[in-house]
T-cell receptor
Framework: AQKVTQAQTEISVVEKEDVTLDCVYE???????LFWYKQPPSGELVFLIR??????QNEISGRYSWNFQKSTSSFNFTITASQVVDSAVYFC?????????????FGGGTRVLVKP | EPEVTQTPSHQVTQMGQEVILRCVPI?????FYWYRQILGQKVEFLVS????????KSEIFDDQFSVERPDGSNFTLKIRSTKLEDSAMYFC???????????FGPGTRLLVL
């Protein structure tokens, strides 16, 4: 069975601080995909990144960066120089390789509150 | 850029009533999903649908739930007799190829009174 754990339920920072969100996953699949989604107060799920299990290169996109470490089954997400608009719940998710029924398993989410 | 759409955005219903939640996936998508999120909790998988049949369903997806894609465009989730605990946000998602990312609709917020 697949499992995603986001140990931090809520993080509060002051604007311009960096914030790192932890994600630890469990899977027996050798091929799998990891995701981060953002859920702002309006409720929709906004896709941020997808990473497959064979690509351990870290990625940076603007103020966002991701650190994938297969050895520790972690896929952490860092927001650099946080802004108030970054306030949201962030979900880490995992899917396996199955062609049909390739469902996402989500972590419990981390609420990020960025104060001005 | 094409988007997944869902209607209604909000629905209030009485316990025991039937509800139908509608989704219009992106036109070239082939795999479809429903997820739900009880307020303040994580997003949970309900069911996946491919080639006009259910490919996988969770324990949550009991006999009270059904899905169909009646006209090749709309993808619906029906709850036959709603319970208080069905109150949640319901998300539709889809993609064309398993190598791709699932894109989510904006959700339908269901409140059962």
């Amino acid at each position: 069975a697949q499992k995603v754990t986001q140990a931090q339920t809520e993080i509060s920072v002051v604007e311009k601080e960096d914030v790192t969100l932890d994600c630890v996953y469990e899977t027996r699949d050798t091929t799998y995909y990891l995701f981060w989604y953002k859920q702002p107060p309006s409720g929709e799920l906004v896709f941020l990144i997808r990473r497959n299990s064979f690509d351990e290169q870290n990625e940076i996109s603007g103020r966002y960066s991701w650190n994938f470490q297969k050895s520790t089954s972690s896929f952490n997400f860092t927001i650099t120089a946080s802004q108030v608009v970054d306030s949201a719940v962030y979900f880490c998710a995992l899917s396996g390789p199955k062609a049909a029924g390739n469902k996402l398993t989500f972590g419990g989410g981390t609420r990020v509150l960025v104060k001005p | 850029e094409p988007e997944v759409t869902q209607t209604p955005s909000h629905q209030v219903t009485q316990m025991g009533q039937e509800v139908i939640l509608r989704c219009v996936p992106i036109s070239n998508h082939l795999y479809f999903y429903w997820y739900r999120q009880i307020l303040g909790q994580k997003v949970e998988f309900l069911v996946s649908f491919y080639n006009n049949e259910i490919s996988e369903k969770s324990e949550i997806f009991d006999d009270q739930f059904s899905v169909e894609r009646p006209d090749g465009s709309n993808f619906t989730l029906k709850i036959r007799s709603t319970k208080l605990e069905d109150s949640a946000m319901y998300f539709c998602a889809g993609y064309r190829d398993p190598q791709e990312t699932q894109y989510f609709g904006p959700g339908t917020r269901l409140l059962v009174l």
